[in-house]
């Protein structure tokens, strides 16, 4: 039945979505908005048979359930919003309703039994749809960690043979992982001796994060470098030191220029002003 | 939830088997495009395993497999022998602890070394160490 | 193969370790220098651990056997080449090779080791070198 009233039901569906004041001309045209729902229908109608009305996990809803997929995905990087993305879908279902009341008109019983499956059915695939459009948004997000991630930790070559590393932001194991991974690297590829590690940028430094600057400095040392933490602010000596942390075993600095300044005395460089007068 | 999607056991009785065992962890690890850091830790971790089983044990046999939970992929190895077992795991679970002649870092480093790390020993009947490291993680 | 080569160099031994090493290889690595140091008297052994890819708890153990035996034997021992992917894995696993010498590259290991061995002549306190860190 559902099947003759294909054309039908897509004019509905269509009319009552269009009718939507949420509808978002801006982010989807009207054609392309026709044939998505188009192609749902048609896979949705194609595979619908008696036994299988309500069971989702049978093999013939597959197609259907990726077509929504696809088309939740899509919205939730286009930047749907939840309510209009869930509309798309319980649009079809009024949609279906409605043309269910026009064919059963003599029967009450029918009606309602049908309606209940339809209910149920439509029920199931909006699940559907908010799991994948949840999952798509959070492709964004991991998406977005990962590039912040990425430019959050670079190494800089302050001078031949001495890297430094600003760390911003809070330092958890994740962090101190890509910070490690990336300053290790850096050491072997430019044949650095010293790294400084900045910690101007970091927040607040508990026993966790203290324990990872700890495993840092060590990992360089393994390599042969040596690891100096500078940008360590009044504050953080106090709690450092009320928390009981064991700094000893490594070089630390108030600042980059001193962390500076000890790696040329280490490395016996020496800076000085010029006694000869400039000409220009 | 964990899916396992391949699968493959290997036998470790000598010390050629275990050579053997790291390149074809060391392939799986590369067929799933785990990072260098986490293919050596992974690596690190087999091999404390493989050398446990061989001196406590005199061998056993490895499963490895490729584990999916999620968007993420893993390696999941299975160590499993007929050894004595071990009597105390919580103290072999503890830095420094041996009954060998060794560091006793094995085990507690092996956890440290991989995202999932379970232990089950019986005394006298064997022990199963199973370990996850994810591709990213 | 199961013998690892060692080279010598003035009053260095060098060793260039090319393969992933198993138990037995390290036993005998382990046994052979100690004998080279003493039959040479070298007063310094560089590893070169650059294409090592894995270092376990038993190999991080010989390493610093290695190093403890050459001191006894008055011989300094630096490792030079670690892998970063290495460094990170002995640090978790609870390995900082207490007492070995660690440099970035063979060159920087072998000034290390000469001014090493000319503070154990001269003044032993200060002039240090700007490769010579020592892990600790």
Known sequence: MLQKKKKNILELWMKNQLADEGLREDLISNDELRSQSEELITALVGNLSGENFTDLESDEWSPVIE???GIAITRARQGFSPRETGNFVFSLKEALLEVLQQEITDDPKTLFQESLKINRLMDNLSVVTFETFIKGREEVILRQTDEITEISTPVIRVWDGILALPIIGTLDSARTQIVMENLLQEIVETGSSIAILDISGVPAVDSLVAQHLIKTVSATRLMGAECIISGIRPEIAQTVVHLGIDLSNIITKATLASALAYSFKVMRLEVKKLNTVSKF | MTLSLSKDTIQVLKEQDVVFLKNRVKETAVKIKMGLVNQTRLLTACSELVRNMMRYANGGACVIEVVSSG??????????DKGPGIPDISAAMQDGFSTGKSLGLGLPGTKRLVNEFDLKSKVGEGTVITIIKWANG | M???????????????IQVDLYDRLALNLEADLVQMVNKTSAKGV????SAVSIVDSFMGRIIGNIASMSKILDAETVVVGMQPAVAIT?????????GVHTALDMEKGMNLLKSMIDLTGVDADEDQSDDDFITE
């Open chain 3, 46 to 49: 560089l590893i070169d651990i």
């Open chain 3, 90 to 98: 002995l640090i978790e696993l609870g390995l900082p090779l207490k």
């Open chain 2, 71 to 80: 968007r993420n992929n893993g390696v999941r190895l299975t160590f499993s």
């Open chain 1, 67 to 69: 077509i929504l997929g």
């Open chain 3, 2 to 16: 199961d013998k690892i080569p060692i080279l010598r160099m003035g009053a260095f031994l060098l060793v260039t």
